[in-house]
């Protein structure tokens, strides 16, 4: 939870102080598309024009790896999303493109409430840092003030949208009695499952079926493009390691930057939470007995590190003891910053009310404002100045061979020798090969993939510290494909096919028998499965055991103790399920939870609404030649990351 209170980030905290948060930055990266861990240059493919703007394939990537990073979406599925957030970045520029058109403005109160909203840390007691503060915060970001704000006012008018959407929406008491319903009945079932790997053992491939099915599909199967490139790695920590850095440098590096040095005062806190949002009454009457009790252990010598990871609620510290590690003043809320800086080290707080509960603080350490020493600084420092040489030095070198490449192979080999650069031959690659010391890179395929027999690409950054060049030296032609070079993957094609029409047939077998009235394990041992169930209920919201995510078998809610449900064709198998348990809502409780409730079918309600007006106004705008989509670089950039 404090992760939201403060910047853990020590360069920028030495930048800025107390000003930087973590929550202001993580805002910031979200909302700036030019954010890049190189800023170097790569290939801006054009994947959509919406009137004079555009959408790069640069951009995309980056957004997809902001998602990927933060866990929306899962690793390894990229090209399945691709496409979705190339819509919804198209999507988002129509709105701001269509408001534009209609007058639709932002005002200056509204741009700067929003600024103080996603950027706290630069209005400390309501008074604004100033624009060079501001400025250097952004230009952490590998942005400027322009197009941040360009930026924030697009997520404006697309707020504005969302708000309209709201409007008028209505919800009726029916709608949220079966929401309620919905929400909280729970069932437990017994299941059989039908998974192929059960019986793939009964499945075989002939030689005489093998030969059929390539006779049959051979245009299938294909040899795929193949290419041999030169490719020159130039790597930043291999350039930064030859740097020589001098005292002088160092020196002038510590001059220019004191402020970054300059240490607030500040106090190293470990804290138990207890949180009260959202609780009754009696359950924060409760709450308070408990941080009471704890206080009180606390006081009694019990390991405060310990109780603070058995019982804090705030999770992020918890699992360190309850430590927060180092805070200064306007990091966080004021009750505790009033009880942090007021307490002497070593000892406790009585409880302090805020916002978020109940906490208790004990204060580790306290330092006063001072200035970091040179010699505290020299060792970060001289990586810095190192790296930010080295940044430079790659892009001047990944362009100097890209030139001489551009005039003789042995021209290039000389200019990468002088700074301890060899050239790499990878042959006959496709694009779901890897290259050789650098693996499979969607960035450096896609750029390849659009080159003719000769063409250099631009330096691509293919990781936050690494540039490619790379050549093409030779193209071979996909072309048909000779059974014997692709026999395994036509046996594994005539093997799915038996084991799809086995499943199926045993699905029906299944299916009859338990319509017939059969008991589900019967049934089970004569298709050769076996029943398991479900040690707890669980609602649509949670997870059947050995099944997955409850909502795969929704249809088993509508069903009652002893029927049957099914089949479901989910990854893991195909699912019988048979209710074996029911406990119907609480309808007492619905005054509750109407609120909730009811703010849960308007914001869906609001998402349709807002997804409708979006796709409507995309298709407007296309029809009107407004919006042009450039498909064969959206193709070129999944078929990248599918590789």
Do not use: C
Request: hydrophobic residues 40%.
């Amino acid at each position: 939870m404090f992760d939201l209170f403060r910047s853990r980030e020590k360069n920028v905290r030495w930048l800025l102080g107390a000003l930087l948060g973590l929550v202001a930055l993580s805002m910031v990266i979200t909302l700036v598309p030019n954010y890049s861990g190189m800023g170097g240059r790569v290939d801006q493919a054009i994947v959509a024009e919406i009137g004079d703007e555009v959408i790069t394939t640069a951009e995309v990537r980056l957004a997809l790896a902001r998602a990927t990073r933060g866990g929306s979406i899962p690793r390894g599925l990229e090209q399945v999303y691709a496409p979705m957030i190339v819509q919804q970045m198209i999507a988002e520029h129509a709105v701001s493109y269509e408001a534009a058109r209609l007058g639709m403005e932002v005002s200056e109160e509204e741009l700067a409430s929003a600024i103080q909203t996603y950027i706290p840390q630069l209005f400390q007691g309501g008074k604004f840092a100033g624009k060079e503060i501001y400025s250097a915060y952004l230009s952490q970001m590998n942005t400027t003030i322009p197009e941040f704000e360009r930026d924030l006012k697009k997520q404006i008018l697309l707020q504005r949208i969302e708000t309209l959407a709201l409007e008028g929406i209505v919800v009726t008491p029916s709608q949220v009695e079966e929401a309620y319903r919905q929400r909280n009945e729970k069932i437990k079932v017994s299941y059989l499952q039908l998974t192929a790997d059960k019986f793939k053992s009964q499945i075989s491939a002939t030689p005489e079926e093998i030969a059929s099915n390539f006779a049959q599909n051979r245009g299938s199967y294909m040899i795929p493009e193949k290419r041999d490139y030169l490719v020159y790695l130039v790597d930043q920590e291999k350039v930064a390691a030859s740097l020589s850095i001098s005292e002088a440098d160092l020196r002038r590096a510590y001059t220019e930057q004191r402020d970054r040095f300059r240490i607030p005062e500040r106090v190293r806190v470990r804290h138990i939470l207890l949180k009260t949002a959202d609780k009754s009454p009696s359950e924060v009457k409760a709450i308070r007995a408990r941080i009471d009790d704890l206080l009180k252990q606390a006081k009694g010598g019990a390991d405060f590190p310990a109780l603070a990871q058995k019982n804090s609620d705030d999770t992020v510290s918890a699992v360190k003891g309850g430590d927060i590690d180092w805070v200064t003043r306007g990091q966080t809320v004021p009750e505790f910053e009033k009880a942090a800086f007021s307490l002497k080290v070593g000892q406790f707080s009585d409880v302090i009310t805020t916002v978020y509960g109940y906490h208790i603080l004990r204060v580790e350490q306290k330092e006063l404002a001072h200035m970091r020493t040179f010699d505290e600084v020299r060792g970060d420092l001289q990586k810095e100045v190192q790296q930010a040489r080295a940044s430079e030095k790659v892009q001047a070198i990944a362009d100097q061979i890209r030139a001489a490449l551009g005039r003789s192979a042995a021209e290039a080999a000389k200019v990468a020798e002088a700074s301890d650069i060899k050239a790499t031959l990878a042959q006959r690659v496709s694009p779901q090969d890897e290259f050789p010391g650098i693996g499979r890179n969607p960035q450096l395929t896609e750029a390849v993939s659009m080159l003719k027999k000769g063409g250099i690409t631009p330096a691509v950054a293919i990781s936050a510290t690494q540039l490619a060049v790379a050549q093409v030296l030779e193209i071979y032609p996909a072309r048909p494909a000779e059974l014997a070079e692709v026999q395994d993957r036509v046996k594994a094609a005539v093997v799915d096919v038996k084991l799809k029409k086995l499943l199926a047939a045993k699905s029906r077998e299944a299916a009859e028998k338990l319509k017939a009235g059969q008991d589900l394990a019967a049934v089970a041992k004569l298709v050769g499965a076996e029943v398991k169930t479900t040690s707890t209920e669980f609602s649509r919201d949670g997870a059947a055991e050995g099944i997955g995510a409850a909502v795969q078998i929704e249809g088993a809610f509508s069903k009652q103790v002893g029927e049957i449900a099914g089949p479901f064709e989910l990854s893991g198998g195909t699912y019988f399920v048979k209710v074996v348990a029911r406990t119907e809502a609480d309808m007492s409780q619905l005054p509750a939870q109407r609120e909730q409730i009811v703010g849960g079918l308007k914001t869906r309600a609001g998402r349709d609404r807002r997804e409708l007006f979006m796709d409507g106004l995309v298709d407007s705008l296309v029809k009107q030649k407004k919006i042009k989509i450039h498909d064969d670089n959206i193709k070129r950039m999944v078929s990248a990351y599918r590789s």
